[in-house]
């Protein structure tokens, strides 16, 4: 294995996302676990909320 993927790897690591993108399913698909959501916890514009999701890799 790659050593920077090797130290990658041995840590775990989070990525705070919005909803509405499909980024879920972009990191599902790279191993991450979805592991919190804020319904319309984002605000971005006077009438559009979006979810806020927490993303886990986890170590092994």
């Given amino acids: ?3 920077k993927k090797a ?3 041995s840590r775990p690591s989070g ?3 919005r909803g509405g993108l499909g ?3 972009f990191y ?3 191993g991450y676990k979805e592991v919190g ?4 916890g984002l ?5 559009d909320y979006r979810d806020d999701i927490m993303m886990w890799l986890p170590l092994s």
């Avoid at 605000?43 to 009438?47: I, M, S, T, Y």
């Fill in 7 to 9: 130290v990658a790897r």
């Fill in 15 to 17: 990525s705070a996302l």
């Fill in 43 to 47: 605000r971005l514009a006077a009438d």
């Fill in 37 to 40: 959501r804020v319904p319309d």
């Fill in 28 to 30: 599902a698909a790279a």
């Fill in 23 to 25: 980024l879920e399913r």
């Fill in 1 to 3: 294995m790659n050593p």
